[in-house]
Structure formats: C-alpha cells, structure tokens
C-alpha cells in the first residue's frame, strides 16, 4: 500500500490529452492531490505505456488512485482497459474512467445512464462500450460518459470547431444540425473528477457529462461564431455538406498521411469534416444528466460564461484558433 501522504497521490493515464491535461492542472489547484502525470511521450513525467500489463502495475501501486484519460486508436483503448482492470486487481485503488456518450451507440432520445451500451457506431464507440465492459468488476470505479467537452484548448469542440467558422465551411446546417449537441464546458468534467475522488460514496457507478438544456447545434455554431467575430455565419445547404464529407474529407485525410510520411509537421492543414462528424450533429441524442447534479452536486457552466473563457485571450495570451 502507498505511505501516508498529506495529500492523495492521483495517476493520471493519457496526461498528455487535452482531457489528461486539464484534470492534471485541476487536481494540483485544488490542493487535495498531488497528480501524478503519465503518458508515452519522453516528456511526461512518468513515461508509460499504459497497455503495458507491468509497467501499469507498477504505477498503480505507488499511488492512491488513477484516472484513466487514455485515447488513442481502439485497440489502444481496449488493450488500456484490459492492463488496467489487471493492474487494480493486483493493486485496488479508486479508479475514475472516461468514457464517452459514444459508447451508447446509434441511439436517439433521451438517454441515461441505464441505457444499454450498443457500441455500434464504429470502432471507437464500439472500443468505450467494450472497455467498460472490460472495467465493469473493478470495484471502486467511477464511469464519465461526457458529451461533446468544450473550452479553452479543446481541439476537437472549440479549435476544429472555431477553424470551421472562420473559413465560413459550417454555419447554419439546417436540418443537419437540428440534434442536440450535448456540451459539457471542461472545468464541470474536471469537477466531476474531483468529486468523485473526494467522495468514494458515489463510487460503482455511471454519470452523464452535458449541460442541462444543452442548444442543437446550429445554436452553438452561431453563439461561438459570434463570440468568435465570424459573422454573419454561412447558411450551409445539403449538397455543399455532402461535398464536405465525401471529397473533400477524403482528400483532406491523405494529405494528411503524405505530409506525415514526409515528415512535414508543420504543415497546417485545413480540419476535415468527416462522415461521423455530420452523423454526430444529426443524431437526435440528449445525454440524461440528472445523476451527476444528485449525485455529483454538478451545476452548469452556461453557454455564454464557456465560450467568453473558451475565447479569453487573458487566460493564456492565445485565443482559439
């Protein structure tokens, strides 16, 4: 077992993440713990691999409790799942694991957190649903299912989604992005961490991440576009998205792969809109969160307060790009 410490010992899988990165700041501010920041990349301060069945062991076992951020490829996240459920059955630590509201799968309405997980929209939904499958035994642990997580450095709801505006290439979608977006600012996700650090009463179980009343996403796309300064905001029809999605996503994809063969990593390529993107923002899907609010005590970040801090130039002297 760890030595007594005057603050609790926290392992932080995939640290490196925009998500592992968030909640390691947030965990040193707060003052209760000490994080401890793991990731495959040389400057990480623990360099792990965290489908490393031994190397995770050994990493659990020095410290008090885990959350699990890792991304990756799904076999990744798969592999992640398996060394670590290992790992806790050697070691029983607290576990807090991100999921995602991918793991539901094809579904639509409302849904909570005591729908089946389908999986079946790919092979990323398709590995969150099978991780936590994998994780179900560990006792201890806490499942996140956020939503669509937005803020400052967010690359795929805020950046992705700024550079879009700004080249006038999304806008008003129309029928195509009627669906709720479910977004979830990130200081409320690392929120939900620390809470269920601190309260092991509220462990064994699943909770949604979205904003109550959470805006379709035409909605966010004119509010951030105009905290942005792009507007007035394109109207986007059918056909242009369809372009979007079948050509332009597809040639964008292997650009991508002969600049990164020809090791051309400066070059700054235009974001793709691919096929599981337009899905998303047509999936008629609104993430139930009303266990985290009872449970978790959440309360949340409105619209307009996240994007004014998405945007803050103060924060960190950049803006969103």
């Not at 994809?253 to 096929?275: F, N, T, W």
Request: charged share 20%; glycine share 8%.
């Amino acid at each position: 077992m760890p030595t007594l410490h005057s603050t609790k010992r926290v392992l932080v899988l995939g640290a490196q993440g925009y998500i592992g990165r968030t909640v390691s700041r947030a965990l040193a501010a707060h003052g209760a713990f000490t994080p401890r920041m793991a990731g495959r990349r040389a400057d990480a301060e623990i360099v792990l691999d965290a489908t490393d069945t031994n190397a995770l062991g050994r990493a659990v076992a020095s410290v008090d409790a885990v959350v699990n951020c890792v991304a990756g490829s799904p076999d990744t996240m798969v592999r992640n799942a398996q060394a670590l459920k290992h790992a806790l059955q050697q070691h029983p630590r607290p576990l807090v694991h991100f999921s995602s509201m991918a793991a539901y799968g094809a579904v639509r309405g409302r849904i909570d957190e005591q729908h089946p997980l389908k999986g079946d929209l790919g092979p990323y939904s398709a590995a969150k649903a099978q991780a936590e499958s994998i994780l179900a035994e560990v006792p201890g642990r806490v499942v996140l299912r956020p939503g669509c997580v937005y803020g400052l450095g967010s690359p795929q709801w805020s950046q992705r989604i700024a550079r879009l505006l700004r080249a006038r290439r999304i806008g008003d979608l129309g029928s195509a992005g009627d669906a709720c977006s479910n977004l979830v600012y990130v200081d409320d996700v690392t929120q939900a961490v620390i809470t269920c650090l601190l309260r092991p009463e509220v462990a064994n179980g699943a909770y949604n991440l979205a904003m109550r009343d959470a805006p379709d996403w035409n909605t966010y796309f004119f509010t951030y576009a105009k905290a942005l300064g792009a507007v007035p905001i394109t109207r986007v029809g059918a056909r242009r998205l369809a372009l979007e999605t079948k050509l332009v996503a597809p040639a964008l994809k292997i650009l991508d792969i002969a600049a990164h063969k020809a090791r051309l990593h400066g070059l700054a390529l235009p974001p793709p809109i691919p096929p599981s993107l337009a899905r998303l923002w047509r999936q008629d899907i609104r993430l139930d969160s009303s266990a985290a609010e009872a449970r978790l005590g959440l309360t949340w970040t409105p619209l307009a307060e996240g994007l004014r801090r998405s945007t803050d130039v103060s924060a960190t002297g950049t803006r969103t790009s």
